[in-house]
């Protein structure tokens, strides 16, 4: 220490040292999900295969909704709670698996337990791939992976009040009168 300058004790932050980062598993925007023993209802036939699931783009999040809304064919709210769930998990198998095989496009949207398990598999991925609040290991780290910040907020030291801030303002009708009981 005493013939290192401080350019050099600078320099010694620079550069981790072998173990001195955590590893961090990436995981890619393709994984593969393997299915084994598939029971045909039909022939009775057993299938196993490997689907590919690709983390959503912006547009193909977009076009999940407009697919799920299509599905509803009226008032989504008007839906029971295991439907809505269901068409979700429909239109989002139909845009993350890339190039399923034949018989996974004609059981999916019918049975249940293929549907949710596959969709499950496909909402954790894009979970891991953008690591939305997960630690080493999948754990929940029970914080944000960002902090966003603005003047806006700056009432109080805890961010109280910035839900106060982020509530919509009645609007006063047109022509500036305030309606009865303004």
């Not at 040292?17 to 209802?41: M, N, Q, S, Y």
């Not at 439907?83 to 190039?99: G, K, T």
Request: hydrophobic content about 40%; some cysteine; glycine content about 10%.
């Amino acid at each position: 220490m005493a013939d290192m300058d401080l350019r050099q004790v600078r320099e010694l932050g620079d550069d981790p040292a072998d173990g001195d980062t955590a590893k961090v598993e990436l995981i890619g925007r393709e994984l593969e999900i393997f299915v084994k023993g598939f029971v045909d209802p039909d022939t009775g036939k057993v299938h196993n295969g490997t689907l590919i699931s690709r983390v959503l783009t912006p547009e193909e999040q977009l076009k999940v909704g407009r697919t799920a809304g299509r599905m509803a064919g009226g008032p989504w709210l008007n839906l029971p709670p295991l439907e809505q769930a269901r068409i979700l998990a429909v239109a989002q198998v139909a845009v993350q698996i890339r190039e399923p095989p034949e018989w996974f496009d004609a059981w999916a949207p019918l049975v249940d337990d293929l549907l949710f398990q596959i969709v499950g598999q496909c909402r954790a991925h894009n979970q891991r791939y953008l690591r939305a609040g997960r630690a080493e290991g999948g754990e929940t780290t029970g914080r944000p992976l960002v902090s966003v910040s603005s003047a806006l907020f700056a009432a109080s030291a805890d961010g109280a009040g910035a839900a106060d801030a982020a509530q919509p303002r009645a609007r006063r009708p047109r022509g500036g009168r305030a309606a009865a009981g303004d």
